[in-house]
């Protein structure tokens, strides 16, 4: 199989994986905050033995369609970070906005309530090539590049989805967008089928009728994803696993998704603020 296939396959999975989560752990968000929602115990993760082996892989294609079928948008979403580790349990919350455009460039801002009431606020700007992190209340700022930034232990910070987005290169998103991959038996030649170690099942939850996909990748991580079969779209992606000695479980809500939201020259680039130090790194959050 050749490289471009090979990353035909790999986009799919991405794709997946944004399936999975959808409303798992975020039932009760609505008009309620993370904040709020986060001092009660999360659910746990379906278990894949309750869902069937037997997915729907043209809804997937569908939404994969649509989750590119714009270069740029706006996402707003929530994100719920939780760690625990024996007796230590640590749950960190963020609201973000990020703007990106493929291939790799991003604007996230992202807030993070305090138990005092106050906020937080982090930026992380990508031009395509380097990406700066800034931290206002520290006035400090880092930089790293494209291919290193997954490296750090909070990237997910600028929200996965967005993420994920901007590491689709354009022949991949092009393909994508044509909805070519929801012909069954362009899937079957791709040798994508419905025996690939992924499971699904629709769902009802709060009235809706969504879809869930999950699968586990090669270092034991939990992905899953919801997509409401209506317009193909993904609602909530969630990663579970072990990290460092911590179970580790992250969840994105997606608010809304803006295509072609309005930009300008500077919105993907940065200019250091009077007094800002440059260091080695700096975190994006608490986490």
């Known amino acids: 199989m050749d490289d471009f296939m090979q990353q035909i396959i790999s986009a799919v999975m991405v794709s997946v994986s944004l399936t999975i989560v959808g409303f798992a752990g975020a039932t009760n968000v609505g008009n309620q905050s993370l904040l709020q929602s986060a001092k009660a115990t999360p659910t746990a993760p379906t278990l894949l033995s309750q869902l069937s082996s037997k997915v729907d892989l043209t809804l997937l294609a569908k939404a994969s369609a649509v989750f590119v079928q714009s270069d740029r948008y706006q996402t707003?979403?929530?994100?719920?970070?939780?760690?625990?580790?024996?007796?230590?349990?640590?749950?960190?919350?963020?609201?973000?906005?990020?703007?990106?455009?493929?291939?790799?460039?991003?604007?996230?801002?992202?807030?993070?309530?305090?138990?005092?009431?106050?906020?937080?606020?982090?930026?992380?700007?990508?031009?395509?090539?380097?990406?700066?992190?800034?931290?206002?209340?520290?006035?400090?700022?880092?930089?790293?590049?494209?291919?290193?930034?997954?490296?750090?232990?909070?990237?997910?910070?600028?929200?996965?989805?967005?993420?994920?987005?901007?590491?689709?290169?354009?022949?991949?998103?092009?393909?994508?967008?044509?909805?070519?991959?929801?012909d069954p038996q362009v899937l079957k030649e791709l040798g994508i089928t419905d025996t690939l170690p992924l499971k699904g099942a629709s769902q009802t939850l709060d009235g809706r009728s969504l879809y869930r996909y999950e699968f586990t990748d090669k270092e034991g991580f939990t992905i899953s994803a919801l997509i409401e079969p209506a317009t193909a779209e993904f609602k909530q992606i969630r990663l579970n696993g072990k990290s460092d000695g911590f179970n580790v479980d992250i969840i994105e809500h997606i608010l809304s998704r803006t295509p072609n939201p309005a930009i300008t020259a500077d919105t993907f680039k940065f200019t250091p603020p009077s007094g800002a130090k440059l260091v080695k790194s700096v975190e994006i959050g608490p986490l």
């Open 76 to 182: 707003d979403s929530e994100i719920r970070v939780k760690a625990t580790s024996g007796g230590t349990d640590v749950t960190s919350l963020a609201k973000v906005t990020t703007v990106v455009q493929a291939p790799n460039k991003f604007r996230a801002e992202i807030t993070f309530p305090t138990d005092a009431g106050k906020t937080v606020t982090s930026r992380v700007i990508s031009d395509g090539k380097r990406i700066w992190l800034y931290r206002p209340d520290l006035q400090q700022y880092a930089i790293t590049s494209v291919e290193k930034f997954d490296d750090l232990n909070d990237y997910y910070w600028v929200g996965i989805s967005s993420y994920w987005y901007s590491t689709v290169t354009p022949d991949v998103r092009k393909l994508f967008a044509s909805g070519t991959l929801a």
